[in-house]
């Protein structure tokens, strides 16, 4: 059964800290999707490859946060210096050509104290 | 803003009875349409898909798509405890030259014995 990883599910690491996520897309998937997840702002998206390109990333905050792709299978995405309010749960996705429909990864629950 | 619409909830229903959850959108060129579940502390999972008015039907649920009124739902017959989760609605937007996907807010169903 295809599936997205997600590397790590879980994070915990101090204000200032580097923190790295790291995703497979579904293979022969083009598109990659990373998204926030928090209560308060639900499903956000972050940043948008197809192809390994980024087609947008308006999404993040972008002193703070980058996204990657150094090849087909593996999305990376960066945050330096993590920040409390940086506290939320990332999922990676991925599509075929056109991007959908997507299907999600089980995440990475980062909490930045 | 291009935004989609859902009840919060919590939507309660007992079980064996029909829940019916709601979305509607304002994007009026937006032509595919999904439905994603979630259960608490896990990942979206998709669960159906819809791209034409009309009804749709897998199984115990059946997706309803009306563009005229920028309306879509999801029925869910012979609810079950198991049905009780996160239903977020997902709409395409053409933004950019590009294909992204908005969701919802999400409803949380509660299925009661």
């Known amino acids: 059964d295809a599936r997205v990883t997600q590397t790590p599910r879980h994070k915990v690491t101090e204000m200032g800290q580097e923190v790295t996520m790291r995703c497979q897309p579904i293979l022969g998937h083009n598109t990659v999707f990373w998204y926030r997840q928090t209560m308060m702002q639900g499903l956000e998206l972050l940043a948008y490859?197809?192809?390994?390109?980024?087609?947008?990333d308006s999404g993040m905050p972008k002193d703070r946060f980058s996204a990657e792709m150094p090849d087909a299978t593996l999305a990376t995405l960066k945050i330096q210096p993590s920040e409390p309010r940086d506290s939320a749960v990332y999922f990676c996705?991925?599509?075929?050509?056109?991007?959908?429909?997507?299907?999600f990864g089980d995440g990475t629950r980062l909490s930045i104290l | 803003q291009k935004e989609v619409e859902q009840n919060s909830g919590p939507l309660s229903v007992p079980e064996g009875a029909i829940a019916s959850l709601n979305c509607t959108y304002s994007?009026?060129?937006?032509?595919?349409f999904f439905w994603y579940r979630q259960y608490s502390g896990k990942s979206p999972e998709l669960i159906m898909s819809?791209?034409?008015?009309g009804d749709k039907e897998d199984g115990r649920f059946t997706a309803q798509l009306n563009k005229a009124s920028q309306y879509v739902s999801l029925l869910i017959r012979d609810s079950q405890p198991s049905d009780s989760a996160t239903y977020l609605c997902?709409?395409?937007?053409?933004?950019?030259?590009?294909?992204?996907?908005?969701f919802g807010a999400g409803t949380r169903l509660a299925v009661h014995p």
């Open positions: 996705a991925s599509g075929p050509e056109g991007g959908q429909p997507q299907h």
């Open positions: 994007d009026r060129v937006s032509q595919s």
């Open positions: 490859f197809r192809n390994r390109a980024p087609l947008d």
């Open positions: 997902a709409v395409n937007s053409i933004s950019g030259g590009y294909n992204k996907l908005i």
């Open positions: 819809i791209y034409s008015n």
